[in-house]
Every structure is written in structure tokens, then in C-alpha cells.
């Protein structure tokens, strides 16, 4: 801790601390391994299914406080929540320690917590109730996102000023004169009137947001429920070969489902696949996707599935690790006796 520089925290992180509202500080420090692919992709599925879970709406004062699924929250409401259901015994199980709020500033936004879970590689996974693509921080800044803060484990007295908290000063300072500080950092020191417009961009399938136009030849035009990088491969690679006729059947079944369907894999790569012990070789194909679902909803969306030619079922655990594989590959492509039509996970 002797590199670090230590800064008060957020105001309303230490009260709801004190209060009880908040998850716990960890006894100390600890990473995870980014290569794991099974922690990855719960990871991805618990960022996919707060942010569809909870309709985002701002606070009135400034209450932290861990928000609840089908409930409202603000961006750290979002992110104590994951870091709760991230570090359950019965969820993904990764250490507390490794589970910080951070405070950012995306381009045209305004400061902003989101979820960093911190890796043995030093370039931590970033969790943004603004878009369920789980990045790295060095991506995000490459972006021009600013990484203003970040919570210490154990530690409630202090937080740590990251690479752009002097930039960010500086910034705070043009724009209102006085005295800077991250006690108040989620509610901006400027007035509305003053403040930078809040932008919007395509997010998940949330059935509320707006999504970014596309160009007229754009063949995702064609399924205006889901974007390219939510089917992007979740390694962070980039590659997107879904199977045009598999993403027909997908926005059909999204259609006649009339509710949004929240995608937490969709196209793997080869390495990636394997990576997570995938023996079917669907994903690479493009020719199926993972649906983030549970109770009621999901035994619905087997009932609709009939194009659907493999289906796997998994409906055991906490909701968040719930989900339907929905697959179109033929018996030539993914035989039958290396893997069943239909099965369920363990």
C-alpha cells in the first residue's frame, strides 16, 4: 500500500457501510485467474443479468445500496449487487478481495462506479451497467475512459486515486472552481444546467434502451433484438461469425417470446471453447447461443423452441446461473453420439 495514493472515499460508500446497506469489506486483497474461462463466463452471465434485472434509475440523495433483481438502482447499486452474487458460495465464488468498485468517467458521461474484478495479470475485468461486454480496463482506457478511483480491499478508510485522478481534477476545476474531492464524486459538483449532456448507446436485449443506428447494409439490421457484441466471442477476440439462419430462428423465437432474452455466449472461438471444456462444436459454428433464464420464463421459452433442434437445460443454482442452450447444428456437424439432442447440465 506504500505506491498507493490514499483518498477519502465516496461519502455515500462510507455511510452505507456504517448503515449495513453495502457488501462487506474483504479481510484483504486477492486476484483471480482471466484465463479461467468458466469464471469468465459467470462473470459475463452475472453482468448480463443485473443489468437486464435492474431498470437503472438515479438517486435522490445519495444512498448506496445493494439493488435488488426486478428492482431499480444506480450504477453502484448495480455494481454492489454483482460483487454480492459474484462472491456467493452457490454464485461464482470468487474471492471478495478481488471484487472493488472503481469510479470512471467514459467520454460525454459523467463519473460513473462499475465492477472491477481484479486478475493475477494486473489488467482487471471491468462490469458496466451501461453494456454487458465485459472488458478489460486496458481496453476500456485505450477507449478514453478515465479511471478515476478504486476501492482498497480491506480498507474503509481509504480508497486509491488511480492514473487519471489528477487529470480528472483538473477537469472538475474548468468546470467549477473549489475545493475537489471524491466524497462527492457520484453527484456531480457542477449544476444540472452546467453539466455535460448523458449519451446513450445500444445496450442487451433490456426492452427499454435505445439501440445505435445501423447502416442500411448492416445484416444485424435484420435482428433488431440483439447486437453483434453481445454474440461476440466472450474471450475478448473480437470474432463474431454467427450463422445467419441461426440468428433468423433466434429473433423469430425472440419475437413470438415478446420479452427480452438475455444472451450471456453466444459465438465462442476454437481456443475459447476449449478453453471451457465445450465439447460441441456449436459455438464455434455460430449455431447456437446461451439464454440467461429461470422459473416460469424459461419453461416458456422451451415450449416455443421448436427450431430449435438441441436444447440443453440448466435450472439448478441461484437465478443468475440459470440458463437454455439453444442449438441448430445438424447430426452431420455435431453427432448424436458425442452429444445428445437434449440434455440437461449437472
Known amino acids: 500500500m506504500s505506491d498507493m495514493v490514499l483518498i477519502d472515499p465516496p461519502r455515500g460508500w462510507t455511510e452505507g457501510l456504517a448503515a449495513g446497506r453495502l457488501v462487506p469489506v474483504a479481510d484483504g486483497p486477492a486476484t483471480i485467474n482471466a484465463e479461467d474461462g468458466a469464471k469468465r463466463e459467470n462473470i459475463a452471465t452475472v453482468n448480463r443479468v443485473v443489468n437486464d434485472e435492474v431498470i437503472y434509475q438515479a438517486d435522490e440523495g445519495d444512498e448506496w ?49 462499475v465492477l472491477s474484478v481484479m486478475t493475477e495479470d494486473g489488467d482487471p475485468l471491468i462490469l458496466d451497467n451501461f453494456g454487458n461486454f465485459v472488458m478489460r480496463e486496458s481496453a476500456m482506457r485505450e477507449a478514453g475512459v478515465w479511471f478515476i478511483a478504486r ?60 439501440e445505435a443506428p445501423l447502416s442500411e447494409t448492416d445484416p444485424w439490421r435484420a435482428w433488431p433484438n440483439f447486437s453483434q457484441a453481445e454474440m461476440a466471442c466472450p474471450c475478448g477476440c473480437g470474432q463474431c461469425a454467427m450463422d445467419p439462419d441461426f440468428m433468423d430462428r433466434l429473433q423469430a423465437l425472440r419475437d413470438e ?90
Open 65 to 113: 445500496r445493494i439493488a435488488a433483481l426486478g428492482g431499480v438502482g444506480d450504477c453502484e447499486d448495480y455494481a454492489e449487487l454483482k460483487k454480492q452474487i459474484l462472491s456467493a458460495e452457490e454464485g461464482a465464488n470468487i474471492p471478495l478481495g478481488a471484487l472493488l468498485l472503481t469510479i470512471t468517467k467514459p467520454i460525454g458521461r459523467r463519473e460513473h462506479c
Open 257 to 346: 417470446f415478446g420479452q427480452p432474452m438475455v444472451v450471456s455466449s453466444g459465438y465462442r472461438c476454437h481456443d475459447y471453447n476449449d478453453k471451457v471444456g465445450a465439447s460441441s462444436p456449436e459455438h464455434p459454428l455460430g449455431k447456437a447461443a446461451v439464454i440467461s433464464i429461470s422459473g416460469e420464463d424459461a419453461r416458456r421459452l422451451v415450449s416455443l423452441a421448436g427450431d430449435f433442434p438441441r436444447l440443453g437445460i440448466k435450472q439448478h443454482g441461484i437465478d443468475a446461473s440459470r440458463f437454455i442452450h439453444l442449438g441448430t447444428a445438424t447430426s452431420e456437424e455435431v453427432p448424436r453420439s458425442e452429444s445428445p439432442a437434449l440434455w440437461s447440465y449437472r
Open 151 to 210: 476501492q482498497i480491499a480491506g480498507e474503509t478508510e481509504h480508497w486509491q486515486a488511480l492514473d487519471d485522478y489528477e487529470a480528472w481534477k483538473e477537469w472538475r476545476y474548468i468546470r467549477k472552481p473549489g475545493p475537489i474531492s471524491l466524497e462527492d464524486v457520484v453527484k456531480p459538483f457542477i449544476s444540472a444546467d452546467e453539466a455535460e449532456p448523458e449519451t446513450e448507446s445500444a445496450g442487451p436485449d433490456d426492452g427499454t434502451g435505445p
